[in-house]
């Protein structure tokens, strides 16, 4: 176990320093010069390279790399061009909505898929298991911003019951924070939590089929007992990769819903610094995504081996 | 309950799915602590007779007719009252060790679960019972701890485990449909041994399926023989064998002993070897950046033999003792890490590389499967053209027919199937697709990995004549790779046995099997299931009754 843990932590670390080499690459070969930026087209182009020598813009590629790499390590992800405050403030701001809205909005999804694809594997090709997979389809289907703007028109216009809109911040209490979150969250966990189902049904129904159920059923487990007990931890195993995908998109991915709802979230962040040249800002988000990705995948990976015995041997 | 009723009785059982008559007028009963062997070959309703037992049938399954436990109805009871009859007086064990149990859960939990869903007995209670049940069927609680889990097994302790989640509850009545197919002979051996004593301490009813008359006629005291869903003759044991009556009976119980007539080779003074093998050695190096100190497995270990042009040569041995692996690098898919093979005189792959294609268009293959061994969205004609690659000038599209044309016919098949697809053929069909396969590039010897193993017995009786006639006509030599010493009595010349990676015995067939000189041979054959002896065993002389049934 420990062997197979020190592999998957080696593996973590290699991604991180691939990543953060082409993440600085592309980063420097974008168009569009952060100084520029700042003082508009007709800058004086002394002062123009006086900022740039400010910024650390004029020195070579490696040193800019190993610096900011250097920096990353220990929490310092340097000052941003446009908001001149550190990065790794800034950073903080938003994760303390952007992380609870993506916990938030997994938790409901694998809370809604879970039953629903037990309640759909058990009625396999009965209606039962029809209006699930039809309901998913248009859980799918159904563009979430527009999802979200229904959210809104019921909930908050008609019902009065959540805010349209923006977030109070943890300091006004857990349940107006919670509140705000609400409607993003159900907005982001639909279409999530229909491929969810849907990958689950498929993963029970093919675990049905194979010998050990029927061993169950000659036991005298009857279908719902040996598809709960037998199949479900089986058929998990698919499920997890899709659920640590899910997260990872769900932390970056909410930009329109983050618009929709005007919360000050991490994909705000990175759009925001995109349009202003605040390569920084982008670069240290998008590496700290990255992080989260192969984070994620880590804790997946050993998820695995907790569910599955023969992942355990071999390794030890 | 009555205690003189049979512990199942069966009366004019039919079975449909969809629609489809499956089962017709099944009939037969199974008296306290006695055996009933089902036989038949694959198709002919055994499992699902098994499985209308248990009512663990598909969708859109019909039953009608009467299957009484112990003078209880089951046709007609409620679903819920089967789940309790499931495991607690019925067990079943089925026919894959390696994927009946569930491999998430270890084998103490999966024998308790069957205690723990049918009484209240407490978690540990269960724990304790399962440990003395697998005690009871071989697995010491000592060497084989309940927190075991099946991967850690091998197939044969795997099968103990399935016998165990079945017998915790001392059912009355045990089904164990095919329980043996996929193990090794001795495995199998004890596995029957172990069925055996269960039937006699606990005086249970046991319903044995299989397709193999030699285990049947050891093991049963009565037989059913089935074909196209009827049973069409049932009788005491010694009675079936020596009064056989139906002539499907007679069919299969001539297909089984069949031996194909075939030119035995002589061998003569100044023979060139075909094929020369020296010294080979294979290893497997687990190779990754944490494994720690490198633990080497030799899978083909020292193996040196010779093969002479139009002999037949034998080579059986347990899983896992290397035979594959000595097929693969004959066919220069493995890299051999030391040792030579010769082909003809001239060196064929060498430590570190691969062969020729003229040399490999020399050794041909057919495998075992014969479903998995064919690109499925091929048609035939392009599977059999597929090793026309391996000559020197490719052949011109006429020619290319005619060569797939007339390997086909000589198969056996009709020359103009080559636009079919192979999911329209029967397995039979397709070994001999597989056959032809081999055949068109004209090669001197033609490795057969268990070629017939997954053949019904009158088909593997078609297969064995073919593949000798073909020997004999187109003078193939054949290496004939399997873990049925039957079958390979019948065709080969010559026996190697390997045991570990290493060739423990060598010798004529006729010789190994009449005195065997390594105590492992004595071992293999002596698990071996021949039905000669299991009816000798009985009172029964086969040559005798072989005069009079036989056609």
Redesign the interface.
């Known amino acids: 176990m420990l062997r197979y843990l020190a592999r998957r932590l080696l593996v973590l670390a290699l991604t991180m320093v691939a990543a953060s080499i082409v993440i600085f690459l592309l980063m420097s070969v974008v168009p569009g010069d952060p100084a520029q930026f700042m003082m508009g087209m007709n800058a004086d182009p002394a002062a123009l390279a006086a900022l740039r020598a400010e910024l650390g813009l004029d020195r070579p590629l490696l040193v800019r790399y190993l610096e900011w790499v250097g920096g990353l390590v220990i929490g310092d992800f340097g000052q941003s061009y446009t908001y001149r405050v550190s990065v790794s403030q800034l950073i903080l701001d938003r994760i303390g909505l952007s992380l609870p809205l993506a916990f938030l909005a997994l938790l409901l999804s694998v809370v809604i898929a879970i039953p629903a694809a037990l309640f759909a594997a058990q009625r396999h090709n009965k209606a039962g298991d029809i209006s699930v997979m039809g309901l998913s389809q248009i859980g799918i289907a159904v563009p979430n911003f527009w999802f979200a703007m229904l959210l809104v028109l019921l909930f908050s216009v008609t019902l009065r019951w959540f805010s349209a809109g923006g977030f109070p911040g943890w300091d006004a209490g857990f349940v107006p924070a919670m509140k705000a979150l609400t409607l993003p969250a159900i907005a982001l966990a639909l279409p999530q939590a229909s491929i969810l189902a849907r990958v689950l049904r498929s993963a029970l129904l093919d675990t049905l089929g194979e010998d050990y159920i029927r061993t169950a059923r000659a036991k005298g487990l009857s279908r719902g007992q040996a598809l709960r007990r037998h199949a479900f931890r089986n058929a998990l195993i698919p499920v997890l990769t899709i659920i640590g995908l899910q997260f990872s998109f769900l932390l970056a991915g909410a930009i329109i819903i983050e618009n929709v709802f005007f919360l000050p979230g991490l994909g705000r962040l990175v759009f925001q610094g995109i349009t202003q040249r605040d390569l920084i800002v982008v670069q240290s988000v998008v590496i700290l995504l990255v992080f989260a990705v192969t984070l994620v995948t880590f804790l997946v990976d050993i998820a695995y081996a907790f569910i599955d015995p023969r992942l355990r041997r071999g390794t030890v | 309950m009555s205690g003189s009723a049979p512990i199942l009785a069966v009366h004019d059982l039919s079975l449909s799915i969809g629609g489809t008559p499956i089962l017709e007028e099944v009939g037969f009963d199974i008296p306290h602590g006695s055996i009933f062997g089902l036989v038949g070959e694959s198709g002919s309703g055994k499992s699902l007779t098994a499985m209308s037992a248990?009512r663990?049938l598909p969708a859109g399954a019909r039953l009608t007719g009467s299957i009484k436990l112990a003078g209880r109805e089951l046709i007609g009871l409620p679903?819920?009252t089967m789940?309790?009859?499931?495991?607690?007086e019925i067990?079943?064990i089925?026919q894959?060790p390696m994927?009946?149990?569930?491999?998430?859960?270890t084998i103490g939990q999966q024998v308790a679960?069957?205690i723990r869903?049918?009484t209240d007995r407490s978690r540990k209670d269960a724990l304790d019972t399962a440990r003395e049940t697998l005690a009871r069927v071989g697995l010491p609680g000592d060497r084989f701890p309940l927190d075991r889990?099946p991967?850690?097994l091998s197939g044969g302790q795997r099968q103990r485990v399935?016998i165990a989640?079945?017998v915790a509850l001392k059912p009355k009545l045990l089904i164990a449909d095919e329980p043996t197919t996929a193990l090794d002979v001795t495995t199998q051996a004890q596995i029957l041994q172990l069925l055996k004593t269960l039937v006699v301490e606990d005086g249970i009813g046991l319903m044995l399926i299989t397709h193999d008359l030699a285990v049947v006629a050891d093991m049963a005291d009565r037989i059913g023989v089935m074909e196209a869903g009827r049973i069409v003759e049932c009788a005491e044991t010694t009675d079936l064998f020596q009064h056989t009556q139906h002539p499907y009976t007679q069919r299969l119980f001539a297909a089984s002993r069949h031996v194909p007539k075939r030119r035995a080779y002589v061998p003569q003074q100044g023979d060139i070897p075909l094929l020369k093998v020296d010294n080979l050695v294979r290893d497997y190096r687990p190779n990754s950046?944490?494994s720690?100190k490198a633990r080497t497995v030799r899978a083909v270990d020292d193996v040196s033999f010779a093969m002479f042009p139009g002999e037949n040569v034998g080579l059986v041995g347990e899983s896992g003792c290397g035979k594959s692996t000595l097929a693969r690098a004959l066919l220069g898919l493995e890299v051999v890490q030391g040792g030579q093979i010769t082909l003809r005189g001239k060196p064929f792959a060498q430590p570190g590389k691969p062969p020729a294609a003229d040399q490999r268009r020399l050794i041909q293959v057919v495998f075992q499967d014969p479903y998995g061994s064919f690109n499925p969205r091929h048609r035939v004609d392009r599977l059999v053209a597929e090793p026309l690659h391996l000559l020197n000038e490719r052949p011109s599209d006429l020619e290319r027919r005619r060569k797939v044309g007339a390997v086909l016919e000589a198969v056996g098949l009709a020359a103009d199937v080559g636009k079919r697809f192979i999911h329209e053929f029967s397995g039979g069909q397709r070994q001999r697709i597989a056959i032809a396969r081999a055949l068109i590039v004209e090669p001197k010897l033609v490795i057969l990995d268990e070629a017939v193993s997954a053949l019904d017995v009158s088909i593997r009786a078609q297969i064995l004549d073919l593949l000798a006639d073909l020997s004999s006509r187109l003078s193939v030599s054949y290496l004939f790779i399997s873990h049925d010493l039957s079958v390979v009595r019948a065709i080969t010349d010559r026996l190697m046995v390997m045991r570990d990676g290493r060739i423990v015995e060598e010798g004529p067939t006729s010789d190994v099997f009449a005195s065997p000189k390594h105590p492992y041979t004595a071992e293999l054959l002596a698990a071996a299931p021949d039905l000669g002896s299991a009816l000798l065993a009985r009172g029964v002389d086969l040559d005798q009754i072989s005069q009079l049934s036989l056609v």
């Open positions: 248990m663990l679903e819920d789940c309790h009859l499931r495991g607690n067990g079943m089925f894959e994927t009946a149990l569930n491999p998430l859960h679960e069957t869903i049918h889990y991967h850690e399935g989640i079945a950046l944490f720690g």
